[in-house]
């Protein structure tokens, strides 16, 4: 089976395509499979800065289906002037007029609750903020999580790799040192692959934070696209059709390829309906939901129906430059984006050997769900 544009864009942020499983603690028949990059990397060494985020892939780890659960929307108790998150001295400059935004002269990890709040608006009206300077990936892991959790549930990937005991951080990793590129494109164009995150989960992400722990000097830039702006786009008439459609999100794709590549698959994978159009519930912004990472049909449409408009609303949005956003990364950056109204693509464009380590805390937040369509 050719592999799917799932399996592709996952294949990238884990970087577990050309590694084979090796069984490393204890016996095979005492303990369960574990592959660790740092044994990977020669007795227990490694050049990492943050070795305490290498992944690990756990076989023994298996978690239930997730349990649906409320969720409380920080940005719409925020208070819009932004004071408490960006206090005098801070400065805060556009990426682009709809997209993306940079910020200097703030410390995360220090926001008080009120300051979290409106982190979360922000970043729903601004869609990504790159956070420069940050301590993130230098307090304690549990700590990192706690400020994370304040957004919403982690959630927990089913297939990535994730630094031992800390399953909820998704661990983003490639050292470029093994014909990984070179493999990657001998049978693709271009890496470029839009999707927004574990979009098949019934509850999937909100706002989602991703921080960098290594990095080329020149190159692994993450690319995000406005869809709220490409819904803006179309014209009324085809806004109108859009309403009360729902799109399948699957979920089983990423599984089937990682165990294709013995991976592990933590949790039995699903798929989940959602509307195809979905409202913001701080902004009340509505945000084009359909990503070439994981939806896979329109539902109630024919097949060729449903593959013709998904390609139209997938090509409008890849092509989308004018509303899309790109940002470089810098040691001790936090990019904060907000899943539910972005897609973003990782760029696999440099063939240095050098690494590429980055966290991801994903915390969950409510079901799509739409508002009725106003002219
Ligand atoms: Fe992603």
Redesign the pocket.
């Known amino acids: 089976m050719a592999p799917s544009i799932a399996e592709i ?1 996952e294949k990238q ?1 884990v970087s577990s395509i050309t590694v084979p499983v090796k069984a490393t603690t204890g016996s095979e028949e005492t303990a369960p499979k574990v592959r660790r990059i740092i044994e990977e990397e020669g007795e227990g060494k490694t050049p990492a800065s943050y070795p305490n985020y290498l992944p690990t892939w756990d076989h023994g780890e298996k978690y239930p289906p997730l349990e649906p659960f409320v969720h409380v929307e920080h940005g719409l108790d925020a208070d819009p002037a932004f004071k408490d998150l960006l206090p005098e001295g801070s400065t805060i400059q556009k990426l682009t007029p709809t997209i993306g935004s940079e910020v200097h002269g703030v410390q995360l990890s220090k926001l008080s609750a009120a300051g979290k709040d409106q982190l979360a608006l922000l970043v729903a009206q601004r869609k990504v903020v790159a956070f420069r300077d940050q301590d993130l990936a230098d307090i304690p892991i549990e700590d990192a999580l706690e400020f994370g959790g304040y957004f919403g549930r982690h959630h927990i990937h089913p297939t990535s790799g994730a630094p031992e005991g800390h399953p909820e951080l998704h661990i983003v990793y490639r050292n470029g040192s093994d014909g990984e590129v070179e493999a990657y494109f001998a049978g693709r164009n271009s890496s470029v692959q839009w ?1 927004s ?1 574990v979009s098949y989960e019934q509850q999937p992400p909100g706002t989602t934070f991703l921080y960098i722990l290594d990095s080329p000097e020149v190159g692994g830039d993450t690319a995000f696209v406005n869809q709220v702006e490409a819904y803006n786009r179309l014209s009324p008439a085809l806004q109108e059709r859009l309403h009360g459609l729902t799109a399948l999100h699957s979920g089983f794709e990423q599984a089937e390829f990682s165990k294709s590549r013995g991976g592990v698959v933590r949790r039995e994978p699903v798929s989940n309906e959602h509307p195809l159009v979905r409202t913001h519930p701080a902004t009340g912004e509505k945000a084009l939901y359909v990503n070439g990472g994981f939806t896979r049909s329109i539902v109630g449409l024919k097949k060729e129906e449903s593959e013709a408009l998904l390609a139209f609303l997938l090509n409008h949005i890849s092509r989308g430059i004018d509303y899309q956003a790109r940002v470089r990364w810098a040691p001790k950056t936090v990019v904060v984006w907000d899943n539910r109204v972005t897609a ?1 693509s ?1 760029i696999f464009d440099w063939t240095t050997g050098e690494r590429r380590h980055l966290a ?1 805390i994903t915390p969950q937040a409510e079901r799509p769900y739409e508002t009725p369509y106003k002219a």
């Open positions: 864009s942020e999707h995150d973003h990782a991801r």
